[in-house]
């Protein structure tokens, strides 16, 4: 009888969790209204800016020449020049990674601009991508006469750790714990393919995908998730799944999820390619991210952010755009020569939010 009530009560918790969950979605839906973004500070710099990052209390500009630090009152907090080329900028949350080839260091520099660490390193690095804790590089280099290129895991110290070598051209790659994903592309008498190989522990799984150029890669939930400019795949060990995509214009692969953006329209599916949700897109849009629990998108002069969501807005710029990023209540637009950072303002009287 006591085992009955405790089961019983248990079910009750259970259900009572489950009630809460939903009503907290729906109500917080219900109480979401229209916003607007509002500028609220204006960069310019006399060099065209190639990228810029927000960090949770300053923004970052890169011009190939200069690293340049702001508070978000827009202030100068300090800069920090290059040698003039070989120089690799990264972005990371609230780091920056200057990577200097001439020097074969990567400076690792806090949000303000201050020097956190630096890591030697060997050989030309193409690329690197922080993954969890761990640094990984991508290099090209030559053995045996060859021209190869690796992944290998770079330790603080300045060790490296070799994790793959192809005498293919690499495209990208992610880790996950004794897991690798990594798409590669090669050209013969056929035209050209990618391969991706799937790599768990000891076993090798590999796919080839004639005339496809795998645009990003990632994992989610333990699949390999690959965009090409034609197709949409999830692998897990030899198996795979695949959807054709129209017109491809850009992907965005998150935690939970991934998003396409093609057409003129938006598609959400998880790691297994079921549809959950798709959206109309009413802007000439070209770039997909995710930021704050919904979807923007952006194009010359176009911005729609939250699709599908009551809050959901467009605002027309009055030049061209380069790049959008948002992260805290920040929202940072790049233009050729200036950042200009906005935040978000809610539409009490529930007015038209479409701002012309």
């Known amino acids: ?55 949770n209390s300053s923004f970052v500009t890169w011009d190939d020449l200069l690293l340049s630090f702001y508070d978000l009152s827009g202030k100068e907090i300090t800069d920090i020049g290059s040698n003039g080329y070989d120089t690799n900028i990264y972005f990371n949350e609230n780091d920056i990674y200057f990577l200097d080839k001439q020097l074969n260091t990567v400076f690792i520099y806090d949000e303000h601009g201050e020097l956190k660490d630096k890591i030697k390193f060997t050989g030309n690095v193409f ?51 004794s897991k690798q994903l990594i798409t590669e592309i090669s050209t013969g008498s056929y035209g050209f393919k990618t391969t991706v190989k799937y790599i768990s522990g000891k076993d090798v799984n590999e796919f080839e995908l004639n005339n496809e150029v795998a645009m990003k890669s990632k994992f989610l939930d333990g699949r390999g998730i690959v965009v090409t400019d034609k197709k949409l795949y999830s692998f897990k060990g030899k198996n795979k799944e695949v959807l054709e995509i129209l017109l491809l214009k850009d ?20 790691s297994k390619l079921a549809l959950k949700n798709k959206y109309d897109i009413l802007i000439n849009s070209s770039n997909v991210f995710q930021y704050d629990g919904g979807y923007f998108v952006y194009g010359p002069t176009d911005l729609a952010g939250y699709i599908g969501q009551n809050r959901e807005f467009v605002h027309k710029f009055d030049t061209k755009v380069n790049s959008v990023k948002a992260k805290g209540k920040i929202l940072g637009v790049l233009f050729k020569e200036r950042v200009e950072l906005y935040t978000f303002e809610q539409i009490i009287d529930n007015v038209e939010n479409k701002e012309k």
């Open 1 to 55: 009888m006591k085992k009955r009530k405790i089961a019983f009560l248990a079910g009750i918790l259970v259900i009572v969790f489950l009630i809460y969950i939903f009503l907290g979605g729906v109500v917080k839906e219900a109480f979401q209204k229209p916003v607007r973004i509002v500028p609220e500070t204006s960069v310019w710099q006399d060099s065209e800016i190639k990228d810029f990052s927000l960090t």
């Open 127 to 177: 690329n690197l991508k922080k993954i969890g804790n761990d640094y990984y590089i991508h290099k090209k280099e030559s053995k045996a006469g060859n021209s190869v290129e690796t992944i290998s895991k770079l330790f603080k110290d300045g060790r490296e750790e070799l994790l793959y070598e192809t005498l293919n051209y690499i495209l990208d790659f992610d880790i996950n714990g």
């Open 251 to 270: 992907a965005y692969i998150g935690d939970k999820e991934i998003a396409i953006l093609h057409n003129d329209t938006l598609d959400i599916y998880n």
